[in-house]
């Protein structure tokens, strides 16, 4: 982004979402981040599958977010 990102625009997005969450750089550019836990015993395709296709989803809503 051109002028970045505001701390005010950051925060609304990481109320309203539940997935990927948003923080800035030291210049206002915003990444997006989301936790998968693949700790314990490993996990199952399907679920690793319906995972990224929430990622897909949430980087979507993101980038319509920030007007892309």
Known sequence: MEEGMSLEQANAWNREYRF??????GDSDPFIE???NLDVGGVARENFADTFDWWLVTTSQFETYIGW
């Open 20 to 25: 990927g969450k948003v923080w800035l750089d």
């Open 34 to 36: 989301m936790d998968v």
